[in-house]
């Protein structure tokens, strides 16, 4: 079972920045797509950012412009910079991963992280 865990995140003052890291476990080369996704209690999980194999990116218009996603030093990390953060960014993020090899909104997102929170204030 592949098993993605997140770590970084916290709190922050609004137009602050933050990082979070992921790191893969498991049968790594089922893999494609990795992305990550913000949890809001009571409104469930809405995809921020994603990074498709072929290297492309795909963000929410929300994130656009502040945030980056991209590969960490392995095949099988990824990271999240975070800069200008507002209060509405706030939630508990997840790192996720697809067998998929197309990476969009509406991809099916078939292991998950347990989450790391992310607290903007102000």
């Known amino acids: 079972q592949v098993q993605p865990v997140e770590s970084g995140g916290g709190s922050v003052q609004a137009g602050g920045s933050l990082r979070l890291d992921c790191s893969a476990s498991?049968?790594?080369?089922?893999?494609?797509?990795l992305g990550w996704f913000r949890e809001i209690p009571g409104q469930g999980r809405a995809p921020v950012a994603m990074l498709p194999p072929d290297g492309g990116t795909w963000y929410a218009d929300s994130v656009k412009g502040r945030f980056t996603i991209a590969r960490g030093n392995g095949r099988n990390t990824v990271y999240l910079q975070m800069s200008a953060l507002k209060s509405e960014d706030s939630g508990l993020y997840h790192c996720?991963?697809?067998?998929?090899?197309?990476?969009?909104?509406?991809?099916?997102?078939?292991?998950w992280g347990r989450g790391a929170q992310v607290t903007v204030a102000g």
């Open positions: 996720a991963a697809s067998e998929r090899t197309t990476c969009r909104l509406g991809t099916p997102f078939h292991y």
């Open positions: 498991g049968p790594t080369s089922r893999i494609n797509c």
